[in-house]
T-cell receptor, first 111, second 116 residues
């Protein structure tokens, strides 16, 4: 399957530091998305990067995509305690296939 | 409402009972997904409704699980003869067009199902 797998499973950093999370997937994809989940309930979309893009920015977030390595990374700069959450990558083979999520990285930002 | 609405937010049931979980997507959204998340785990895809096309049911774990979407809007996920391993948070999400894989999803807050 094209399911993404995040690495590391858990990450603990000090406020102000940068946090990097990685996602690897198995097959060619149409796009890759990152989501955040607080308190184990609804997910919030962060950023979508298409297969023909290599890097994308949104505020303190930076996402890269390397289709040759089938991997993506999410960088959160100058982290804050409020960034504490689980972060998931999700991939789709095409526009007509469902998004499949990885198991997530649990990020803890310590004030 | 402005977002995806799920009800109930919590459901406790006894093993062997049937349960129905409801999802109201954002008005006008044509793609609707159901996912399941066990404690501390990732999201497990269950079913995907894409406009008027036949739903993708490839993620349903057994024939005890079924879902329908009436009038292209509200969806109901039904679990028959619930088992303890069905305990999880059931999440619904929608996206604006039928090409759901190309767009971001908007998630509801989920239904926490506990089977005793």
């Amino acid at each position: 399957s094209q399911q993404g797998e995040e690495d590391p499973q858990a990450l603990s950093i000090q406020e102000g530091e940068n946090a990097t999370m990685n996602c690897s997937y198995k097959t060619s994809i149409n796009n890759l998305q990152w989501y955040r989940q607080n308190s184990g309930r609804g997910l919030v979309h962060l950023i979508l990067i298409r297969s023909n893009e290599r890097e994308k920015h949104s505020g303190r977030l930076r996402v890269t995509l390397d289709t040759s390595k089938k991997s993506s990374s999410l960088l959160i700069t100058a982290s804050r305690a409020a960034d504490t959450a689980s972060y998931f990558c999700a991939t789709a083979l095409s526009g007509n296939t469902p998004l499949v999520f990885g198991k997530g990285t649990r990020l803890s930002v310590i004030a | 409402g402005a977002g995806v609405s799920q009800s109930p937010s919590n459901k406790v049931t006894e093993k062997g009972k049937d349960v129905e979980l409801r999802c109201d997507p954002i008005s006008g959204h044509t793609a609707l997904y159901w996912y399941r998340q066990s404690l501390g785990q990732g999201l497990e895809f269950l079913i995907y409704f894409q406009g008027n096309s036949a739903p993708d049911k490839s993620g349903l774990p057994s024939d005890r699980f079924s879902a329908e979407r009436t009038g292209g809007s509200v969806s109901t996920l039904t679990i028959q003869r619930t088992q303890q391993e069905d305990s999880a948070v059931y999440l619904c999400a929608s996206s604006p067009t039928r090409t759901g894989g190309n767009e971001k999803l908007f998630f509801g807050s989920g239904t926490q199902l506990s089977v005793l």
